[in-house]
């Protein structure tokens, strides 16, 4: 005898504003650890988080000043593609992250971090942090925004453009950092999106 099917289809499961804070809250602490490692480090990401590195490394001005400013010429992207709660959640979630990111390194002291570990433990935090938030209609705008925008409407597999846009920007900072720190800021990015290619797929989590 086949196994009773479950009466309420995934479609139809909504989160709770609880469920949807919670989210926001870990995603955006697992990005702002990551972001304090590869800052540390001295690696940039990929997105709108490394053009928001370059600009804090060139100008001295705190990243999470830039990194909220950066974003937001894509909250009307999200605004009318994507819909009003993702576009709130997001700009929640971006806001959060640069106070974070600003706090982060009064309660965290790291005395030695090599650029491997940094790289490998910040891409798998930065796909932990994107997972969770993505999971519950939100980003942390930028280039995460129109990956998700593409893996609704196309089907094209999130993970797979974010490496390629990642790895883009990263490789742009070869005009401003040296290369080596380059490379292990791709591996970063590489492992990132690889972590949101095996995790995020269509249909896969289908709670809203």
Not at 22 to 50: E, P, R
Not at 96 to 112: E, G
């Amino acid at each position: 005898m086949d196994a009773p099917q479950p009466t309420t289809r995934p479609e139809l499961l909504r989160h709770s504003r609880f469920d949807d804070a919670q989210a926001i809250f870990s995603g955006t602490l697992f990005v702002a650890i990551a972001m304090m490692l590869c800052g540390q480090a001295g690696l940039l990401t990929g997105g709108t988080a490394g053009v928001a590195f370059l600009l804090h490394y060139a100008t001295g001005v705190s990243f999470g000043k830039v990194f909220f400013l950066v974003n937001l010429p894509f909250y009307w992207f999200a605004w009318r593609h994507m819909g009003r709660a993702f576009t709130v959640k997001t700009f929640s979630a971006i806001a959060l992250l640069s106070v974070m990111t600003d706090w982060a390194p009064r309660y965290i002291s790291i005395d030695s971090l090599h650029p491997a570990f940094a790289a490998v433990l910040g891409g798998l935090l930065l796909g932990t942090g994107c997972l969770f938030l993505a999971r519950h209609r939100a980003s942390l705008g930028g280039a995460t925004v129109l990956t998700l925008y593409l893996q609704e409407k196309r089907g094209w597999p999130a993970g797979k453009v974010q490496i390629g846009i990642d790895c883009t920007v990263v490789l742009l900072a070869l005009f401003v950092i040296p290369p080596q720190r380059v490379g292990w800021s791709v591996l970063a990015a590489v492992v990132m999106g690889l972590f949101l290619w095996i995790n995020h797929k269509p249909g896969r989590y289908a709670a809203t």
